[in-house]
Protein backbone atom coordinates (compact mmCIF):
# COMPACT_ATOMS: atom_id res chain seq x y z
CA UNK A 1 0.00 0.00 0.00
CA UNK A 2 1.54 2.87 -1.15
CA UNK A 3 1.54 6.48 1.04
CA UNK A 4 1.39 9.89 0.71
CA UNK A 5 3.11 12.59 3.60
CA UNK A 6 1.90 15.84 4.13
CA UNK A 7 2.89 18.48 6.55
CA UNK A 8 -0.05 20.23 7.65
CA UNK A 9 0.09 23.94 9.63
CA UNK A 10 -3.00 24.61 11.14
CA UNK A 11 -1.66 27.91 13.25
CA UNK A 12 0.79 27.39 15.49
CA UNK A 13 0.83 23.32 14.97
CA UNK A 14 1.79 21.39 12.95
CA UNK A 15 0.52 17.86 11.97
CA UNK A 16 2.02 15.33 9.97
CA UNK A 17 -0.87 13.29 7.88
CA UNK A 18 -0.10 10.12 6.34
CA UNK A 19 -2.72 9.53 3.57
CA UNK A 20 -3.05 5.77 2.14
CA UNK A 21 -4.11 4.56 -1.19
CA UNK A 22 -6.14 2.23 0.64
CA UNK A 23 -9.82 1.71 -0.14
CA UNK A 24 -11.94 3.33 1.48
CA UNK A 25 -8.81 6.14 2.09
CA UNK A 26 -7.51 6.18 5.25
CA UNK A 27 -5.50 9.58 6.76
CA UNK A 28 -3.13 8.73 9.95
CA UNK A 29 -2.42 12.28 11.77
CA UNK A 30 0.14 12.24 13.97
CA UNK A 31 -0.59 8.66 14.55
CA UNK A 32 -4.91 8.27 14.50
CA UNK A 33 -6.02 6.74 11.71
CA UNK A 34 -9.00 8.26 10.40
CA UNK A 35 -11.41 6.97 8.16
CA UNK A 36 -11.89 9.54 4.85
CA UNK A 37 -15.15 9.22 2.96
CA UNK A 38 -15.80 11.78 0.46
CA UNK A 39 -19.24 13.20 -0.41
CA UNK A 40 -20.97 15.86 -2.99
CA UNK A 41 -19.54 19.82 -2.47
CA UNK A 42 -16.04 18.62 -1.60
CA UNK A 43 -16.72 17.56 1.56
CA UNK A 44 -15.29 14.90 3.59
CA UNK A 45 -16.75 12.61 6.30
CA UNK A 46 -14.31 12.04 8.66
CA UNK A 47 -13.97 9.73 11.75
CA UNK A 48 -11.65 7.90 14.16
CA UNK A 49 -10.92 4.35 12.70
CA UNK A 50 -13.32 1.95 15.10
CA UNK A 51 -15.27 4.94 16.60
CA UNK A 52 -18.65 5.91 15.21
CA UNK A 53 -19.25 9.60 15.45
CA UNK A 54 -17.68 11.49 12.41
CA UNK A 55 -16.72 14.70 11.63
CA UNK A 56 -17.56 16.86 8.15
CA UNK A 57 -14.67 18.90 6.61
CA UNK A 58 -14.97 20.96 3.60
CA UNK A 59 -11.47 21.66 1.81
CA UNK A 60 -11.29 24.31 -0.57
CA UNK A 61 -10.88 22.91 -3.81
CA UNK A 62 -7.37 23.48 -4.71
CA UNK A 63 -4.78 20.75 -5.11
CA UNK A 64 -3.37 21.43 -1.79
CA UNK A 65 -5.81 22.33 0.55
CA UNK A 66 -5.69 26.22 2.11
CA UNK A 67 -8.73 26.19 4.02
CA UNK A 68 -10.87 23.89 5.64
CA UNK A 69 -13.96 24.11 7.91
CA UNK A 70 -15.60 22.38 10.64
CA UNK A 71 -18.44 22.52 11.99
CA UNK A 72 -18.70 25.87 9.88
CA UNK A 73 -15.93 27.27 11.33
CA UNK A 74 -12.96 27.93 8.89
CA UNK A 75 -9.55 27.46 9.92
CA UNK A 76 -6.55 28.50 7.38
CA UNK A 77 -4.06 25.62 6.45
CA UNK A 78 -0.02 25.46 5.13
CA UNK A 79 -0.39 21.92 3.50
CA UNK A 80 2.91 20.86 2.23
CA UNK A 81 4.27 17.86 1.03
CA UNK A 82 6.60 15.97 3.80
CA UNK A 83 9.33 16.66 0.90
CA UNK A 84 8.71 19.99 0.12
CA UNK A 85 8.54 20.79 3.91
CA UNK A 86 11.66 19.09 4.74
CA UNK A 87 13.56 20.77 1.61
CA UNK A 88 12.24 24.21 3.02
CA UNK A 89 13.91 23.58 6.39
CA UNK A 90 16.72 23.06 4.63
CA UNK A 91 17.24 25.38 2.93
CA UNK A 92 16.09 27.69 5.64
CA UNK A 93 19.20 26.27 7.21
CA UNK A 94 21.47 26.10 4.25
CA UNK A 95 21.06 29.16 3.30
CA UNK A 96 22.75 30.68 6.73
CA UNK A 97 25.51 27.74 7.05
CA UNK A 98 23.69 25.74 9.21
CA UNK A 99 24.24 26.13 13.11
CA UNK A 100 27.81 26.08 13.64
CA UNK A 101 28.30 29.06 10.77
CA UNK A 102 32.06 27.58 10.28
CA UNK A 103 30.45 24.81 7.86
CA UNK A 104 27.96 25.13 4.89
CA UNK A 105 26.43 21.58 4.05
CA UNK A 106 24.33 21.21 0.64
CA UNK A 107 20.91 21.84 1.97
CA UNK A 108 19.36 18.47 -0.17
CA UNK A 109 21.08 16.30 -3.09
CA UNK A 110 21.96 18.41 -6.03
CA UNK A 111 24.28 19.68 -8.32
CA UNK A 112 27.07 22.55 -7.48
CA UNK A 113 25.97 25.37 -10.35
CA UNK A 114 29.23 27.43 -9.25
CA UNK A 115 31.36 28.04 -6.39
CA UNK A 116 31.96 31.57 -6.31
CA UNK A 117 35.02 31.69 -3.39
CA UNK A 118 38.15 30.01 -3.30
CA UNK A 119 40.14 29.00 0.12
CA UNK A 120 41.81 31.92 1.81
CA UNK A 121 39.14 34.28 0.36
CA UNK A 122 38.04 36.72 2.95
CA UNK A 123 34.15 37.03 3.28
CA UNK A 124 31.36 38.62 5.16
CA UNK A 125 28.53 37.50 6.95
CA UNK A 126 25.82 37.02 4.24
CA UNK A 127 28.23 36.62 1.11
CA UNK A 128 27.50 33.81 -1.08
CA UNK A 129 29.60 31.16 -1.54
CA UNK A 130 28.21 28.25 -3.46
CA UNK A 131 25.06 27.92 -6.14
CA UNK A 132 23.70 24.23 -5.55
CA UNK A 133 20.85 23.51 -8.38
CA UNK A 134 18.08 20.89 -7.04
CA UNK A 135 15.06 20.35 -7.76
CA UNK A 136 15.45 22.31 -11.15
CA UNK A 137 15.93 25.26 -8.65
CA UNK A 138 19.43 27.22 -7.99
CA UNK A 139 19.94 27.66 -4.62
CA UNK A 140 22.42 30.02 -3.34
CA UNK A 141 24.00 29.37 0.40
CA UNK A 142 25.56 32.16 1.88
CA UNK A 143 27.96 32.67 4.71
CA UNK A 144 26.67 33.01 8.29
CA UNK A 145 29.43 34.27 9.53
CA UNK A 146 32.39 36.58 8.35
CA UNK A 147 35.90 35.06 8.21
CA UNK A 148 37.80 33.13 5.91
CA UNK A 149 37.53 30.02 3.71
CA UNK A 150 39.56 27.75 4.82
CA UNK A 151 38.56 25.13 2.80
CA UNK A 152 36.11 24.43 -0.29
CA UNK A 153 35.29 20.98 -0.52
CA UNK A 154 33.25 20.44 -3.84
CA UNK A 155 33.69 21.87 -7.51
CA UNK A 156 31.60 22.85 -10.14
CA UNK A 157 29.13 20.01 -11.90
CA UNK A 158 29.91 18.29 -8.99
CA UNK A 159 26.59 15.81 -7.54
CA UNK A 160 26.59 16.23 -3.65
CA UNK A 161 24.49 15.07 -1.15
CA UNK A 162 21.90 16.75 1.36
CA UNK A 163 24.06 17.28 4.48
CA UNK A 164 27.40 17.06 2.88
CA UNK A 165 30.58 20.07 3.59
CA UNK A 166 30.81 22.31 0.55
CA UNK A 167 32.56 25.27 2.04
CA UNK A 168 34.28 25.64 5.65
CA UNK A 169 34.96 29.08 7.01
CA UNK A 170 37.27 29.78 9.87
CA UNK A 171 35.25 32.66 11.77
CA UNK A 172 36.55 36.07 12.38
Known amino acids: MSAREFVVRV ?4 LVARVTASDPPVVIVDGVTHEVTAVAGGR ?3 RVQGEVAQRIVTLD ?4 ATTA ?6 FPLDVRTAQAAARDAALAAGRTGGA ?5 KAPMP ?6 LVSAGQSVERGAPLVIVEA ?7 LAAVAGTVKA ?11 GQALVELDPS
Open 61 to 64: DRDL
Open 135 to 141: MKMENEL
Open 11 to 14: GERE
Open 100 to 104: GGGLV
Open 110 to 115: GRVVRV
Open 152 to 162: VHVGEGVAVDA
Open 44 to 46: SHV
Open 69 to 74: ALGGVA
